[in-house]
């Protein structure tokens, strides 16, 4: 069994719509080995391995489901035993992921297997692992060599992949506030590999680092970290503080306990989570050689006076109490029986217990800090201690060190909740964790005493969500509250637009009607990541990156999405949901790639977007596969765009109130008009929108009403719909490579990124309605990756249209010959009646339009199909033709091609060798030479 592929899909895919990973498996030999044939002897160590196996549901859908699978009849296929382990190892490793599936395709024991992640590199290594378990369970002849590591210890690579894992999972105070804002719908994004995460998109974000929040003053964090400083603070405020002195050198340390008496604590001046604190110490010694722990952790020394208490932390959230947790020191109760070592291998049985913050308690080690205090005692591990005495391995009740915590919220006096709220808010933390030591926190500390140790900038969550004794709380849920007050927004509004074509012109039409109504838009496209009307990215950022970077922006206050077929086969969508989505058509274009081979399929794939949208889904009622979509939709609002007034379903929908964008035609032309429960609302006159070329350019039309369908389900004015179409045109700087037309040179020039048959097709109906005084000439091309039959149905759809031909070549060739696509096209223009000489094959793309520029004369119009955007479009408007032509490109034709080309020429002797000249005009070699 090999893995061949994987894919990591962040969002929106074909298989969910949430995070996947999609492994691409060989099963090899194993093809013919289900798991019942494989027998017990496969089955069982596999379920020793990963016992929580035995809770996966399958497709039965309760525990217990997968095992059978494993074990009756035939048993079931590796691919899926791959999918449910790989799980297995994620929910070892403290993740929650459920969902899987694995499917044939293609050749013979090829698989898909696909599920659930929660952690990109976890998933991923969840795999590669799960892969190696079951190789090691298999008989060695099943197995492919070295798929197994010499000495592999799956226990082992077990306890590491939980640490691998740990490493890079959110601590559990950062999940909590996760799984808060995802309670509230509140959208998140992780922006590091720690915990630096955005709540909310765009204008409305907040972040927060650990529980340290974008409101949270740089001052104060300071001050609570230099806890001299706080001491003093609070103690001026008259508030409970025990004595501290700062130290740098062990004499000083010894004097100072000396002089604030013993006994005392000694801690690092700037440490947390308890490192290097050693209590209780009487003689100047101990204190030499706490202050060396110490030192290790910081360079000062704090030494302070000991207060007799339990530890308590009190969480205060926004000037409130939230949250009061009674914490212990990590420790075990002797039963006169075992030794210490014994007792900590027994706590740590418990299966709440486990490594890092993977469980809701932490496992108990030996460190010197453990040993210390034995030592103090007179204690080994090896030592039995009496039954039911309690012997402390942790000076501090840190759940991170092995502590417990039990909830005390409701049983505080209200003397002490008012104490940590004024501490709190005298450091000015708006999340703030208070460690108070009192005998017993239900009386006044004015009454028995007790003193506050510290004031924590970002403290932990842990103990209060998941005491291990008494009521957990909602502390993410507070934090949210505050950045988040219930009523205000976190969302910014997000349009996602797909189809085969005019996905680029729509979404910049509707950018541009944002943008006039005075918002701050941030797009994707093709050509970029735009941030209000300015490139910010190049390139071609229609996939999840891109959208990452925009509703990470936080000037930006609506999303524009271009979403790309390639993008969604790649990683799926950049976002859970989308408030409008919208599919304007599904036509051939890239099939036969990336496994879509069918337009059915290309279909499923831009569905997508509908599929998540949650407010508007909007449908090309004019394209059958694209009607097909609604039934797929949640979202609340269906909108039908048609150009057929008559169109039947969508007349019915708009009776029964529904929303629609028709084209009706009146006596100045085409109304783009609005349907809306039961409104009926004249928008625009085509003519009026200069995109469409007053109204000739129908594809651009069809564009219009989708880009108004949109703003229209945004909540945009009207007035603000007319004016943003009414101004947007198809100039290079607002379209570029989208019928930009120049007419500075006596003849005009339409330049077009066409790339498909549908494509070609509506630009060729725009030429055919354009008045044209001269001849009409054409410059095509088609990508290399497309197939052949799709190469020739653009010659197919071109032919008849022009006066005259250049066959081109993009500029990466795509695994194709330099002179195949010109040819393929060439060959289909023939085929369609095309005379040979109104056929030029000039592959290179500059060359080719130099030809066609120099070809021109008064009157005519050139319509260049360019890959090279940019370039093409300053080579037209710097075209002199005056100017030296380009250097011949010689290209060698064989003497069965010159005689199929010939032949259509009318002429008869094959034999003479020929080349192109600059304007590709086929010429003998020795005039060439000449």
């Not at 490594?355 to 030592?383: C, I, N, P, S």
């Not at 007035?719 to 007419?743: C, K, S, V, W």
């Amino acid at each position: 069994m090999r893995i061949l592929d994987n894919a990591v899909f962040v969002g929106p895919s074909l298989y969910a719509h949430f995070p996947v990973i999609r492994l691409d498996i060989d099963l090899g030999p194993l093809e013919d080995w289900p798991s019942g044939k494989l027998g017990p002897g496969f089955t069982e160590p596999l379920i020793a391995a990963l016992p929580g196996l035995k809770d996966h549901g399958c497709s039965y859908g309760k525990p217990g489901g997968f095992v059978r699978r494993l074990t009756e009849g035939e048993g079931t296929w590796m691919g899926h035993i791959l999918e449910h382990v790989a799980l297995e190892l994620q929910n070892v490793a403290g993740e929650t992921v459920t969902f899987g599936k694995t499917r044939s395709r293609g050749p013979k024991g090829h698989y898909y297997v696909v599920y659930q992640y929660e952690q990109e590199d976890v998933g991923v290594e969840a795999g590669r692992l799960a892969l190696t378990l079951l190789h090691s369970i298999l008989a060695p002849e099943l197995r492919p060599d070295s798929s197994v590591p010499p000495g592999f210890d799956f226990a082992a690579e077990r306890d590491e992949f939980i640490r691998f894992a740990q490493r890079r999972a959110l601590g559990p105070s950062t999940m909590a506030l996760v799984r808060a804002a995802d309670e509230r719908r509140i959208p998140w994004i992780r922006l590091n590999e720690q915990s630096l995460i955005q709540f909310g998109h765009g204008r409305y974000q907040q972040r927060i680092q650990a529980t340290v929040t974008s409101r949270t003053p740089h001052i104060a964090v300071e001050l609570a970290s230099d806890k001299e400083e706080t001491n003093r603070i609070l103690g001026n405020l008259g508030l409970p503080v025990p004595q501290q002195r700062l130290v740098q050198t062990a004499d000083d340390a010894a004097a100072a306990a000396e002089k604030i008496g013993y006994p005392v604590v000694v801690k690092p001046y700037n440490a947390n989570h308890g490192r290097g604190i050693t209590v209780h110490l009487t003689t100047a010694d101990q204190v030499r050689n706490a202050f060396a722990v110490a030192r290790e952790h910081s360079r000062s020394v704090i030494i302070e006076s000991f207060i007799v208490g339990e530890d308590h932390r009190m969480l205060v959230i926004n000037g409130e109490l939230i949250a009061v947790a009674k914490r212990v020191p990590g420790h075990v109760v002797g039963d006169g029986v075992h030794t210490i070592e014994e007792l900590v291998e027994q706590v740590n049985q418990d299966p709440r217990r486990g490594v890092g913050h993977e469980k809701v308690l932490t496992r108990l080690e030996f460190d010197h800090q453990a040993d210390t205090l034995l030592a103090r005692r007179g204690y080994t591990r090896q030592t039995i201690p009496p039954s039911g005495e309690q012997v402390y391995l942790r000076a501090t009740g840190n759940l991170s060190t092995g502590g417990t915590a039990t909830d005390m919220t409701d049983l505080v006096h209200p003397d002490n909740i008012e104490m940590a709220v004024r501490a709190v808010k005298a450091i000015g933390l708006d999340v703030g964790g208070v460690d108070f030591l009192s005998t017993d926190i239900t009386e006044s500390y004015k009454e028995i005493g007790g003193a506050i140790c510290e004031v924590n900038a970002a403290p932990g969550f842990r103990m209060h969500m998941a005491p291990s004794e008494g009521r957990p709380r909602d502390v993410g849920g507070a934090v949210m509250d505050m950045l988040f007050p219930p009523g205000t927004p976190s969302r910014i509004p997000i349009a996602a637009v797909t189809g085969t074509n005019g996905k680029t012109t729509t979404a910049r039409m509707l950018a541009h009607i944002h943008k006039l109504a005075g918002h701050h838009v941030g797009l994707t496209s093709t050509d970029g990541v735009y941030i209000d009307g300015q490139r910010t990215v190049a390139g071609d950022m229609t996939g999840p990156l891109a959208t990452r970077m925009v509703l990470s922006d936080p000037a930006v206050d609506v999303a524009v999405l271009e979403i790309a077929r390639g993008g969604l086969l790649r990683a799926g969508m950049g976002v859970r949901h989308c408030d409008v989505g919208a599919v304007l058509n599904v036509k051939a274009d890239h099939l036969g790639l990336r496994g879509i081979g069918t337009l059915g399929q290309l279909a499923e794939v831009k569905r997508i977007v509908v599929e998540v949208a949650r407010d508007t889904a909007i449908l090309n009622a004019d394209d059958p596969l694209c009607l097909k979509m609604a039934d797929y939709t949640q979202a609340k609002q269906l909108c039908y765009v048609t150009m057929d007034p008559s169109h039947e379903l969508v007349r019915e929908h708009i009776q029964e109130g529904g929303r629609g964008v028709v084209l009706e035609s009146g006596i100045k032309g085409h109304m783009i008009t609005l349907y809306d429960h039961g409104a009926h609302i004249p928008l625009l006159w085509t003519h009026l929108i200069p995109a469409t070329l007053e109204g000739r350019a129908m594809h651009n039309v069809q564009n219009a009403m989708f880009a108004a369908a949109m703003a229209f389900s945004l909540g945009l004015k009207l007035e603000d719909i007319r004016h943003g179409l009414r101004t947007f045109d198809t100039t290079f700087f607002q379209a570029p490579g989208r019928m930009n037309i120049y007419d500075e040179h006596p003849f005009k020039v339409i330049l077009d990124y066409g790339h498909n048959p549908a494509a070609v097709e509506a630009m060729c109906q725009l030429v055919k309605r354009l008045d044209v005084q001269g001849r009409r000439l054409c410059v095509l091309a088609a990508p290399g990756d497309r197939r052949d039959e799709d190469v020739a149905e653009i010659g197919r759809i071109a032919a008849g249209h022009f006066d005259h031909y250049i066959c081109r070549r993009d500029d990466q060739l795509r695994g194709r010959k330099p002179d195949e696509v010109p040819k393929l096209l060439r060959d289909a223009l023939l085929a369609n009646g095309i005379a040979a000489d109104r056929i030029q094959m000039i592959p290179d793309e500059q060359m080719a339009v130099d030809a066609a520029l120099r070809e021109a004369t008064a009157g005519d119009l050139v319509l260049i199909f360019a890959d090279a955007i940019t370039r093409t479009w300053k080579q037209v408007i710097q075209f002199r033709p005056e100017a030296a032509p380009r250097p011949v490109e010689r290209v060698r034709i064989s003497q069965p091609e010159l005689a199929v080309a010939l032949s259509h020429d009318g002429l008869e002797d094959p034999r003479r060798e020929f080349v192109r000249d600059s304007r590709g005009v086929r010429i003998a070699r020795e005039e060439a030479e000449d």
